[in-house]
């Protein structure tokens, strides 16, 4: 994704190896590089390197990540994929209420936050890795001492500026299900197939340099269920117990990312905080606020074109409607990008009449071709912006290069008021930036794997 209408090749992000099942031809998706018993070739981890208010940004299973999963990549990347369905269930069920943090209503909501960033909690320090989340408000760590939680990160007890927040206090009133055990705020939540309780707690962040006293977070105490991420969760949303609602005198409610490709064995990405050494030369669109999701980034993307024809969309379909939630955001946590099913649909069949090939499908996939293929760029246009996909965040390819498949889908129906989501695949080796006091979002090119 670029912010003008030049395309600029480079190394592909994911190569998928997929094998075939048998009978129901199951397809999965393999990225050996990744693949744990890899380890003759496996990457030499690099130390993180971090200055100023600049954080560096990993994949959350990338092959020098500590939560890299013991089963197969083949299996994370469809389980991944899978989730996407599930996280667009809980971003079009926000609602301008209380609640702050994610809650199921007997939904699987499993969130699938795909980056994580390196942070510091307390004094002294104790070092964390959080799930980076623009669409959720709050952070949340595991407790030493945390009934059913994976890990032990956090240690309050060793903390000399840890402590928990009373009933009286402001943001006990901001989360949900809030309880009191003599004069300290807990609450509960929903999480996935999990339920989490949590003490309302505050202490030292330190994010980079920058240190961030009486930073108000949730220390989990007792989990049920294996949905909630071990790293915890760092959220950049536009609610009041966000980062950005937290340090707002710092950095000034202005942030930006660089996502790495999927590949990428380190901290290759960064999380820049604040306005000072953001990108001069970025074009904009506006940000918009939708009181019915107020936590989500909000953009009004207008039309796509795919090579040089404007997809026939009607703009009833696109358009940003804030008496019901409807429109298009920009998400790090979900994987693919989704449109509704009558845009998908119309930007799929353009890209299939200007692809000469025979059109297959893998799992998710309905636009895929075995074969050498010359795919027509995608162009995303919005209000005061056109962003230019470059190939390879349009197409996911085999590692032996004879399948490719079109990297979109169509959002689910069975959700209240579809939104359009700009995805994490679309979005990496590119700057992203946030600025909320000028309300108005970023976009140009950067190569950060």
Same mark, same amino acid.
């Given at each position: 994704?670029?912010?003008?209408?030049?395309?600029?090749?480079?190394?592909?992000?994911?190569?998928?190896?997929?094998?075939?099942?048998?009978?129901?031809?199951?397809?999965?998706? &393999?990225?050996?590089?990744?693949?744990?018993?890899?380890?003759?070739?496996?990457?030499?981890?690099?130390?993180?390197?971090?200055?100023?208010?600049?954080?560096?940004?990993?994949?959350?299973?990338?092959?020098?990540?500590?939560?890299?999963?013991?089963?197969?990549?083949?299996?994370?990347?469809?389980?991944?994929?899978?989730?996407?369905?599930?996280?667009?269930?809980?971003?079009?069920?926000?609602?301008?209420?209380?609640?702050?943090?994610?809650?199921?209503?007997?939904?699987?909501?499993?969130? %699938? =936050?795909?980056?994580?960033?390196?942070?510091?909690?307390?004094?002294?320090?104790?070092?964390?890795?959080?799930?980076?989340?623009?669409?959720?408000?709050?952070?949340?760590?595991?407790?030493?001492?945390?009934?059913?939680?994976?890990?032990?990160?956090?240690?309050?007890?060793?903390? %000399?500026?840890?402590?928990?927040?009373?009933?009286?206090?402001?943001?006990?009133?901001?989360?949900?299900?809030? &309880?009191?055990?003599?004069?300290?705020?807990?609450?509960? #939540?929903?999480?996935?197939? %999990?339920?989490?309780?949590?003490?309302?707690?505050?202490? =030292?962040?330190?994010?980079?340099?920058?240190?961030?006293?009486?930073?108000?977070?949730?220390?989990?105490?007792?989990?049920?269920?294996?949905? @909630?991420?071990?790293?915890?969760?760092?959220?950049? +949303?536009? +609610?009041?117990?966000?980062?950005?609602?937290?340090?707002?005198?710092?950095?000034?409610?202005?942030?930006?990312?660089?996502?790495?490709?999927?590949?990428?064995?380190?901290?290759?990405?960064?999380?820049?905080?604040?306005?000072?050494?953001?990108?001069?030369?970025?074009?904009?669109?506006?940000?918009?606020?939708?009181?019915?999701?107020?936590?989500?980034?909000?953009?009004?993307? $207008? +039309?796509?074109?795919?090579?040089?024809?404007?997809?026939?969309?009607?703009?009833?379909?696109?358009?940003?409607?804030?008496?019901?939630?409807?429109?298009?955001? $920009?998400?790090?946590?979900?994987?693919?990008?989704?449109? @509704?099913?009558?845009?998908?649909?119309?930007?799929?069949?353009?890209?299939?009449?200007?692809?000469?090939?025979?059109?297959?499908?893998?799992?998710?996939?309905?636009?895929?071709? @075995?074969?050498?293929?010359?795919?027509?760029?995608? =162009?995303?246009?919005?209000?005061?912006?056109?962003?230019?996909?470059? #190939?390879?965040?349009?197409?996911?390819?085999?590692?032996?290069?004879?399948?490719?498949?079109?990297?979109?889908?169509?959002?689910? #129906?069975?959700?209240?008021?579809?939104?359009?989501? $700009?995805?994490?695949?679309?979005?990496?080796?590119?700057?992203?930036?946030?600025?909320?006091?000028?309300?108005? @979002?970023?976009?140009?090119?950067?190569?950060?794997?």
């Amino acid at each position: 994704m670029e912010g003008d209408s030049k395309t600029t090749p480079f190394l592909p992000i994911a190569m998928l190896a997929f094998l075939f099942r048998c009978c129901c031809c199951l397809f999965i998706l &393999s990225l050996p590089w990744l693949d744990s018993t890899a380890h003759a070739s496996a990457p030499r981890c690099a130390a993180l390197q971090q200055h100023g208010s600049t954080l560096g940004i990993m994949h959350l299973y990338g092959p020098c990540s500590p939560f890299r999963l013991a089963k197969s990549w083949e299996e994370t990347l469809l389980e991944m994929a899978a989730a996407d369905e599930a996280r667009l269930l809980y971003l079009t069920n926000l609602r301008s209420t209380r609640v702050i943090l994610p809650v199921g209503s007997g939904r699987q909501l499993l969130q %699938s =936050t795909t980056y994580i960033v390196r942070t510091n909690v307390g004094t002294p320090r104790q070092p964390m890795l959080m799930a980076l989340d623009i669409s959720n408000d709050a952070a949340w760590v595991p407790c030493a001492g945390c009934v059913g939680c994976s890990r032990s990160v956090f240690d309050s007890s060793k903390s %000399s500026t840890y402590s928990t927040l009373g009933c009286q206090a402001v943001q006990c009133k901001q989360v949900p299900n809030p &309880s009191c055990a003599g004069s300290a705020c807990s609450f509960n #939540l929903t999480y996935g197939t %999990s339920t989490v309780q949590a003490n309302l707690s505050r202490d =030292t962040f330190t994010f980079s340099n920058d240190i961030v006293p009486n930073y108000a977070f949730g220390c989990l105490q007792h989990v049920t269920g294996g949905s @909630v991420p071990p790293q915890g969760l760092l959220g950049l +949303g536009r +609610g009041p117990l966000s980062l950005l609602s937290q340090t707002q005198n710092l950095y000034h409610s202005t942030f930006s990312y660089c996502l790495p490709s999927f590949k990428s064995p380190n901290f290759a990405g960064s999380l820049k905080l604040g306005p000072i050494a953001q990108p001069k030369r970025i074009k904009y669109t506006p940000l918009l606020r939708n009181p019915r999701r107020p936590s989500l980034y909000y953009v009004n993307m $207008i +039309g796509i074109t795919v090579g040089r024809r404007v997809v026939n969309i009607p703009p009833e379909v696109l358009a940003f409607n804030p008496a019901t939630g409807a429109g298009t955001i $920009i998400d790090s946590g979900t994987v693919i990008t989704r449109l @509704v099913e009558p845009a998908y649909v119309a930007v799929r069949d353009v890209f299939r009449r200007r692809v000469n090939g025979t059109v297959t499908t893998l799992g998710g996939f309905d636009t895929c071709y @075995v074969g050498p293929i010359r795919p027509p760029t995608i =162009t995303l246009h919005f209000v005061g912006m056109n962003v230019t996909l470059p #190939l390879d965040n349009v197409m996911i390819h085999s590692t032996a290069g004879t399948i490719s498949c079109l990297a979109m889908a169509a959002a689910p #129906l069975n959700v209240n008021s579809v939104v359009n989501v $700009i995805a994490s695949m679309q979005q990496q080796n590119h700057r992203v930036l946030f600025d909320v006091p000028n309300s108005r @979002v970023g976009v140009s090119r950067e190569l950060c794997s």
